[in-house]
Nanobody, 116 residues
Framework: QVQLVESGGGLVQAGGSLRLSCAASGSIFGFNVMGWYRQAPGKQRELVATITSTGSTNVADSVKGRFTISRENAKNTVSLQMNSLKPDDTAVYYC??????????WGQGTQVTVSS
C-alpha cells in the first residue's frame, strides 16, 4: 500500500513561484510514472507533468517553460517547480503514481491559488 503525501501549496501573486513536493511511502518496484495533475473549479482534471522512473519527462503545453518536474528515486519523491505563475494556474494539484498492472495512487491534493 503506497501513500502519497503532498506539500508546498499556497497563495502566491502572479509572476511568483511555488514548489510542490510529493513523498511516496512504502516500497515501489519496477517501472513507474509519477506526476502532477490539477483541477480548477468547474473544469476537468488535467495532466500537468509526469516523470518516469528512468527520467523521461512529459510536460503540458500550457506550462512548458514555466514548470519543471523532477524526482529522487532513492527517496521516492517527486517535485514540481512552478515559476511565472498565472491566475489560470489556480487549481488543486494532485500527485499521482502509476505502476504496471496496478491501479493509480493519488495524493490528497494541495491548493494553489495565484492572485492578480
Amino acid at each position: 500500500q503506497v501513500q502519497l503525501v503532498e506539500s508546498g501549496g499556497g497563495l502566491v501573486q502572479a509572476g511568483g513561484s511555488l514548489r510542490l513536493s510529493c513523498a511516496a511511502s512504502g516500497s515501489i518496484f519496477g517501472f513507474n510514472v509519477m506526476g502532477w495533475y490539477r483541477q480548477a473549479p468547474g473544469k476537468q482534471r488535467e495532466l500537468v507533468a509526469t516523470i518516469t522512473s528512468t527520467g523521461s519527462t512529459n510536460v503540458a503545453d500550457s506550462v512548458k517553460g514555466r514548470f519543471t518536474i523532477s524526482r529522487e528515486n532513492a527517496k521516492n519523491t517527486v517535485s514540481l517547480q512552478m515559476n511565472s505563475l498565472k491566475p489560470d494556474d489556480t487549481a488543486v494539484y494532485y500527485c499521482n503514481l502509476k505502476r504496471l498492472l496496478q491501479g493509480d495512487s493519488w495524493g490528497q491534493g494541495t491548493q494553489v491559488t495565484v492572485s492578480s
